[in-house]
């Protein structure tokens, strides 16, 4: 029903910058937000940033002030620039939809099969 599909991901060192993209296709009319969760390995996954179609963002406390979750005019393409990286964002980045009120940082229904970030030290 929706189709999402990252990219941008990669290997960089503390400090550098990335920046993620998600396609959005199929049946998206719906969609009250869009976000971005994350997963290390043996860590659940936890929401780093969400878009609302009326432009209001959240982000987790521990990027704050670091990423900026952004959409296209059309609202079928997803971004999340990631400065100043640490370690700890080393994870499984995972582009999400929500079709309901909810809250964006907790919930999605569907969901990308990820892209993988990676910050060395």
């Known amino acids: 029903q929706v189709q999402l599909v990252e990219s941008g991901g990669g290997s960089v060192q503390a400090g550098g910058s990335l920046r993620l993209a998600c396609a959005a296709s199929?049946?998206?009319?719906?969609?009250?937000?869009m976000g971005w969760f994350r997963q290390a390995p043996g860590k659940g996954r936890e929401g780093v940033a969400a878009i609302r179609r009326d432009g209001t963002t959240n982000y987790a406390d521990s990027v704050k002030g670091r990423f900026t979750i952004s959409q296209d005019n059309a609202k079928t393409t997803l971004y999340l620039q990631m400065d100043s990286l640490k370690p700890e964002d080393t994870a499984m980045y995972y582009c999400?939809?929500?079709?309901?009120?909810?809250?964006?940082?907790?919930?999605?229904?569907?969901w990308g099969q990820g892209t993988q970030v990676t910050v060395s030290s």
């Open positions: 999400t939809t929500l079709h309901r009120v909810g809250y964006c940082l907790d919930e999605y229904n569907y």
């Open positions: 199929g049946y998206t009319h719906s969609t009250y937000c």
